[in-house]
C-alpha cells in the first residue's frame, strides 16, 4: 500500500499535464467549486486550521517512530528493517500529502500563464516604458497619501473581507472567472515568529484554503498583502501572477488600498532602474511616503538572513524546477561531468548572492 502511494505521487509530480486542460477542467470549474465550500468554512474559525493539524502530525509522526523502535527487537538486522520500515511509512504520509496537496489546489500551479490569456506583447515593454510607470507610482503615492492616511484607522485585517471583498469580485470577473473564488478571512498564526525573521509576508494554507498573515506588517501594507493572498486564493499560484491580480483588486478599491498597491508597486519598479534614473525618480517623492518607504525598508530589515535564505530553499525549488525544464537541466546538468567548474559555478553564485543582499540595503537606505 504504501509503494502504491509513493508511486502515484511520483507519477502525478512527473507526469505531463496539458495546461488547457488544467485551466478549463481544474482552475477555473473543479478548483473554484471547493474552495467556494472550503474557504467560508475554515473562515469560520478564528484561529488557522493549519496549526492545530501541524502540530498533531508532527508529533503523530513522532510517536510513531518512538513506538515503532521501541517495539524492533535487539539485533541491529531488526532495528535496521525497523528504521526502513518506518522511513518508507513517513515517505507514504508525505506522498499521501502531496496527493492532497496537488488536488486541492497545487495543479494551479500548471494552468495557462497570464501572460496568454491577457493583451501581453513583451515589445511594449522597454526602458522608457519602466522610468514612465515608476514616474507615475510616484505621483500617484504623493496624490493618494493625505487621502489615504486620512480616511481614518487603516483596516484591521478581520475588516478587509468586507472592505475589498467586492473588489476581489470584481477583478476576478474581468479576468474571465464565471465562478469567483471566495474572499477568505485573515488570519494570525503560530507562524508568525518565523514569517518575521524570514522576511515572509503570508501565505496560503493549500491544505485549508485559508490566508495566514504576517500580522507584524504595517498598516498600510496590510490591503496588498490580502489582495496577493487572495490572489493565490483565486487559483493563481505563480507569485508574480498573483502580484499582478493583488494590485488590480487594490486599484479597484478605495484610497487606502490604492495607496497600498502604489507603495508595492513603485518600490518593484523603481529598483529595475539604473541608478541615475532612479535617483531621479526617488526625488519627486514627497515626504509623507518616504517616510511610509522608510518604515517599510525598516521592517524588512528585521528579517534574519540566514533564516530567509533556509526559507527560499523551502519555497523556490517548483521555480527553479521550472527554469531548469525551460532552459534544459539547469547548471547542474551542464556540470555534471566538470565538478571543478561546478565548484567555481557555486562559488560564484555565492559570491553573487552576497552582493545582492548588499546591493539591497543600500537601496533600502537610498530611500530613506
Same mark, same amino acid.
Request: glycine letters at 8%; charged letters at 20%; a positive charge.
Given at each position: 500500500?504504501?509503494?502504491?502511494?509513493?508511486?502515484?505521487?511520483?507519477?502525478?509530480?512527473?507526469?505531463?499535464?496539458?495546461?488547457?486542460?488544467?485551466?478549463?477542467?481544474?482552475?477555473?470549474?473543479?478548483?473554484?467549486?471547493?474552495?467556494?465550500?472550503?474557504?467560508?468554512?475554515?473562515?469560520?474559525?478564528?484561529?488557522?486550521?493549519?496549526? +492545530? !493539524?501541524?502540530?498533531?502530525?508532527?508529533?503523530?509522526? #513522532?510517536?510513531?517512530?518512538? =513506538?515503532?523502535? $521501541? %517495539?524492533? &527487537? /535487539?539485533?541491529?538486522?531488526?532495528?535496521?528493517?525497523?528504521?526502513?520500515?518506518?522511513?518508507?511509512?513517513?515517505?507514504?504520509?508525505?506522498?499521501?500529502?502531496?496527493?492532497?496537496?496537488?488536488?486541492?489546489?497545487?495543479?494551479?500551479?500548471?494552468?495557462?500563464?497570464?501572460?496568454?490569456?491577457?493583451?501581453?506583447?513583451?515589445?511594449?515593454?522597454?526602458?522608457?516604458?519602466?522610468?514612465?510607470?515608476?514616474?507615475?507610482?510616484?505621483?500617484?503615492?504623493?496624490?493618494?497619501?493625505?487621502?489615504?492616511?486620512?480616511?481614518?484607522?487603516? +483596516? !484591521?485585517?478581520?475588516?478587509?473581507?468586507?472592505?475589498? #471583498?467586492?473588489?476581489?469580485? =470584481?477583478?476576478? $470577473? %474581468?479576468? &474571465? /472567472?464565471?465562478?469567483?473564488?471566495?474572499?477568505?478571512?485573515?488570519?494570525?498564526?503560530?507562524?508568525?515568529?518565523?514569517?518575521?525573521?524570514?522576511?515572509?509576508?503570508?501565505?496560503?494554507?493549500?491544505?485549508?484554503?485559508?490566508?495566514?498573515?504576517?500580522?507584524?506588517?504595517?498598516?498600510?501594507?496590510?490591503?496588498?498583502?490580502?489582495?496577493?493572498?487572495?490572489?493565490?486564493?483565486?487559483?493563481?499560484?505563480?507569485?508574480?501572477?498573483?502580484?499582478?491580480?493583488?494590485?488590480?483588486?487594490?486599484?479597484?478599491?478605495?484610497?487606502?488600498?490604492?495607496?497600498?498597491?502604489?507603495?508595492?508597486?513603485?518600490?518593484?519598479?523603481?529598483?529595475?532602474?539604473?541608478?541615475?534614473?532612479?535617483?531621479?525618480?526617488?526625488?519627486?517623492?514627497?515626504?509623507?511616503?518616504?517616510?511610509?518607504?522608510?518604515?517599510?525598508?525598516?521592517?524588512?530589515?528585521?528579517?534574519?538572513?540566514?533564516?530567509?535564505?533556509?526559507?527560499?530553499?523551502?519555497?523556490?525549488?517548483?521555480?527553479?524546477?521550472?527554469?531548469?525544464?525551460?532552459?534544459?537541466?539547469?547548471?547542474?546538468?551542464?556540470?555534471?561531468?566538470?565538478?571543478?567548474?561546478?565548484?567555481?559555478?557555486?562559488?560564484?553564485?555565492?559570491?553573487?548572492?552576497?552582493?545582492?543582499?548588499?546591493?539591497?540595503?543600500?537601496?533600502?537606505?537610498?530611500?530613506?
Amino acid at each position: 500500500m504504501a509503494m502504491s502511494v509513493i508511486a502515484a505521487a511520483v507519477v502525478a509530480g512527473l507526469a505531463p499535464t496539458p495546461a488547457p486542460w488544467v485551466e478549463h477542467a481544474y482552475s477555473r470549474q473543479w478548483y473554484l467549486v471547493w474552495q467556494n465550500v472550503v474557504t467560508p468554512v475554515s473562515s469560520l474559525s478564528g484561529f488557522s486550521l493549519l496549526d +492545530p !493539524a501541524a502540530v498533531i502530525g508532527v508529533l503523530g509522526i #513522532g510517536a510513531g517512530w518512538w =513506538r515503532g523502535l $521501541r %517495539r524492533a &527487537g /535487539a539485533t541491529w538486522r531488526e532495528r535496521t528493517a525497523a528504521v526502513a520500515r518506518l522511513t518508507l511509512h513517513t515517505a507514504a504520509v508525505a506522498a499521501a500529502l502531496y496527493l492532497v496537496f496537488l488536488a486541492m489546489w497545487g495543479l494551479n500551479y500548471r494552468r495557462e500563464p497570464l501572460t496568454a490569456k491577457l493583451d501581453y506583447d513583451a515589445a511594449r515593454i522597454s526602458s522608457a516604458s519602466l522610468a514612465s510607470l515608476a514616474g507615475e507610482s510616484v505621483d500617484r503615492l504623493n496624490a493618494l497619501h493625505a487621502p489615504a492616511h486620512g480616511a481614518g484607522p487603516w +483596516p !484591521a485585517f478581520e475588516d478587509l473581507p468586507e472592505r475589498l #471583498g467586492p473588489a476581489f469580485d =470584481r477583478v476576478q $470577473r %474581468r479576468l &474571465g /472567472a464565471g465562478r469567483p473564488a471566495a474572499a477568505g478571512r485573515p488570519k494570525a498564526t503560530l507562524l508568525t515568529a518565523y514569517f518575521r525573521r524570514a522576511g515572509i509576508d503570508g501565505m496560503l494554507s493549500p491544505f485549508s484554503l485559508e490566508v495566514l498573515v504576517n500580522g507584524t506588517v504595517l498598516p498600510f501594507e496590510r490591503p496588498f498583502l490580502v489582495a496577493h493572498e487572495w490572489s493565490h486564493l483565486a487559483g493563481y499560484a505563480n507569485e508574480s501572477e498573483a502580484s499582478f491580480v493583488g494590485v488590480l483588486i487594490c486599484l479597484a478599491g478605495g484610497a487606502q488600498s490604492r495607496y497600498s498597491a502604489w507603495l508595492y508597486l513603485s518600490s518593484q519598479l523603481v529598483r529595475h532602474l539604473p541608478a541615475d534614473a532612479r535617483d531621479r525618480v526617488w526625488s519627486g517623492l514627497a515626504d509623507g511616503p518616504r517616510a511610509d518607504l522608510r518604515a517599510l525598508a525598516a521592517r524588512r530589515r528585521q528579517a534574519v538572513p540566514v533564516v530567509r535564505r533556509s526559507a527560499n530553499r523551502v519555497f523556490e525549488p517548483r521555480r527553479s524546477r521550472n527554469r531548469q525544464l525551460r532552459t534544459g537541466g539547469g547548471s547542474a546538468a551542464r556540470h555534471r561531468r566538470n565538478p571543478r567548474v561546478a565548484r567555481a559555478g557555486r562559488s560564484d553564485r555565492r559570491a553573487r548572492r552576497r552582493r545582492a543582499a548588499s546591493v539591497a540595503t543600500t537601496r533600502d537606505v537610498a530611500v530613506i
